[in-house]
C-alpha cells in the first residue's frame, strides 16, 4: 500500500486552515470521508433515490436492495452470523440507547444493576445510568488503576446474578487503552451476564467478530470508520431476540394490525421504525468496502506505527504527561501539564492548521479516574503521514512556548 495514494483519495487533506496546510488529528471524534465514499452518497441521490421497503417501482426496489446489501456488508465485516442481526441506526449513541429502551426495560425487573466501566464514554454511561436511576437498578462503576487500566479484580466482584448487563468499550477514546474485550466477555458469561461492546474506537483499526467474541450486543458508528455522521449500527446476538420489545414505533416495523394490536416484523426491521438514512447507510457500506480493500491489518499496523511515534516525542516535551499506559495500541494520545489549558492549547494548535481535540471527550469519568478535569488528544489515523505528526508536535511545542511567556516566563 503506497500512503501517498491512498491520501489522494482524501481531498479534504489538501486544504488549508487558518492560511496553514491541514494537519487533521482528531480522528477519534471523526474520520474524513475517501472521494469513494463521497461518490456513493452523491450517485445514490443522483440516480437511485427512493424510499425502501415501501414501494414496488424499479427505484425502490433498487434502493432496497442497496440497503440489504449494506447490512450483508455490515454483518460480514464484524462476523454476525446473519444479517438480521444488523439494526441500522443513528450511531454509537443511538445503538446504546436502543438496547436501553427495546432490551434493558424489559429485563430490569426487581432488584437489578447494571455494571459499566470509568473508562466509558458518556454514550455507553448515561443511558445506563439513567436507567437505574429511573427504575431503581443499581449503577456500578468498574474503576481504572492510575495508568488508565481496567480494575478486573472490582469487576469480578461486581458481577452478580443481580446484574442484567455488563456495558464495556472495546477501546478508550481517552487514552487509547485496549481492553481484553474477549476476556472481559468469557468472565462475565462464566457469571451468566451478557455483555454490551461499545466498538465506536475500535471499528475502523481491528478486526471484529461478534461470533468469535460471543458479544451480545456491539455498537458502532460509520463516522469514525470513514463513513457519513447520521450513520451506525447495533448488533444482537439472535439469543436475545425473544427478549426484545418494540421501542420506536412506526412506518416499516410492523406487518399488520389485527384487532386493534399490531402485529411485528422481524428483526431487523422491528427495531428500525421510519425511513433509515438510506444514503448514509449506502456510503457507510463504500467506506466498509474502502477498508476491506486497505485492509485492517494495514490500518492497524500504521496506526499503531504512527500512534507510538507520537507518544514518544510527546513525551519528550517538559513537564507534559501522557495520559494511560507507555503502550496501548488505540490510536489516540492525550496529554496534560501545568503548562497548558486544553482549549489554549488546542486553539493555538488550529491556528497553526493543526486540529486536535481539547476538553473531557465526553468521558469525564474517566479522567476523573485519571486524577484530571480535561486534557488535548491528538488521534491519528492510517492516512496521516510521520511528517505531519513532527508538524503537530512542533506546533505544540510552539504553543507550549507562547504559553510559558504569557504564564511570566516559566518555565
Ligand atoms: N463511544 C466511544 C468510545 C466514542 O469514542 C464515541 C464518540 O466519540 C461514542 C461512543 C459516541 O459515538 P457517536 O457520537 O457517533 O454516537
Redesign the pocket.
Given at each position: 500500500m503506497d500512503i501517498c495514494s491512498i491520501r489522494k483519495d482524501f481531498p479534504i487533506l489538501n486544504r488549508t486552515v487558518n492560511g496553514k496546510k491541514l494537519v487533521y488529528l482528531d480522528n477519534?471524534?471523526?474520520t474524513q470521508m475517501p472521494s469513494q465514499v463521497l461518490y456513493a452518497y452523491t450517485q445514490h441521490y443522483s440516480l437511485d433515490n427512493a424510499n425502501v421497503h415501501r414501494g414496488i417501482h424499479t427505484l425502490s426496489e433498487i434502493s432496497t436492495a442497496k440497503l440489504e446489501d449494506a447490512r450483508a456488508a455490515a454483518a460480514r465485516f464484524i462476523g454476525a452470523p446473519s444479517p438480521e442481526c444488523i439494526v441500522f441506526t443513528?450511531?454509537?449513541?443511538?445503538?446504546?440507547n436502543t438496547v436501553v429502551r427495546a432490551w434493558a426495560e424489559n429485563m430490569a425487573r426487581g432488584s437489578f444493576s447494571i455494571v459499566a466501566t470509568a473508562m466509558?464514554?458518556?454514550?455507553?454511561y448515561l443511558p445506563w445510568l439513567d436507567l437505574c436511576t429511573r427504575r431503581g437498578g443499581n449503577f456500578v462503576e468498574i474503576p481504572l488503576s492510575q495508568d488508565g487500566r481496567l480494575d478486573t479484580v472490582a469487576l469480578g466482584k461486581a458481577l452478580t446474578p443481580e446484574t442484567i448487563l455488563f456495558a464495556v468499550?472495546?477501546?478508550?477514546?481517552v487514552t487509547g487503552a485496549v481492553n481484553d474485550i474477549k476476556g472481559l466477555i468469557d468472565l462475565a458469561h462464566s457469571r451468566g451476564v451478557p455483555v454490551l461492546v461499545?466498538?465506536?474506537?475500535?471499528a475502523r483499526e481491528f478486526p471484529i467478530d461478534v461470533s468469535e467474541l460471543g458479544a451480545d450486543f456491539l455498537?458502532l458508528?460509520a463516522?469514525?470508520m470513514l463513513g457519513p455522521?447520521g450513520v451506525?449500527l447495533l448488533y444482537v446476538a439472535k439469543r436475545h431476540f425473544e427478549e426484545l420489545v418494540p421501542c420506536r414505533l412506526g412506518g416499516g416495523m410492523i406487518s399488520d394490525i389485527r384487532n386493534g394490536l399490531p402485529v411485528y416484523e422481524q428483526m431487523p426491521h422491528f427495531l428500525e421504525a421510519g425511513t433509515p438514512n438510506i444514503g448514509g447507510i449506502v456510503a457507510f457500506h463504500e467506506a466498509i468496502r474502502y477498508i476491506e480493500s486497505v485492509s485492517r491489518g494495514y490500518i492497524e499496523e500504521r496506526e499503531t506505527m504512527l500512534t507510538s511515534r507520537l507518544r514518544e516525542m510527546l513525551s519528550q516535551l517538559k513537564d507534559v504527561r501522557i495520559l494511560g499506559l507507555s503502550d496501548t495500541g488505540g490510536s489516540c494520545v492525550s496529554v496534560v501539564s501545568g503548562r497548558f489549558h486544553p482549549y489554549d492549547a488546542a486553539l493555538l494548535l488550529d491556528k497553526q492548521g493543526v486540529a486536535v481535540r481539547s476538553g473531557t471527550?465526553?468521558?469525564i469519568p474517566c479522567h476523573r479516574a485519571l486524577g484530571v478535569t480535561g486534557s488535548l488528544r491528538f488521534s491519528p489515523a492510517f492516512y496521516n503521514t510521520e511528517d505531519e505528526l513532527e508538524a503537530a508536535v512542533t506546533a505544540f511545542d510552539r504553543a507550549l512556548s507562547i504559553l510559558d511567556r504569557a504564564a511570566g516566563g516559566k518555565p
Open positions: 477519534a471524534a471523526t443513528s450511531g454509537t449513541t443511538d445503538s446504546v466509558e464514554h458518556h454514550s455507553n468499550t472495546y477501546v478508550s477514546n461499545d466498538a465506536a474506537q475500535a455498537c458508528s463516522h469514525k455522521s451506525g471527550h465526553c468521558a
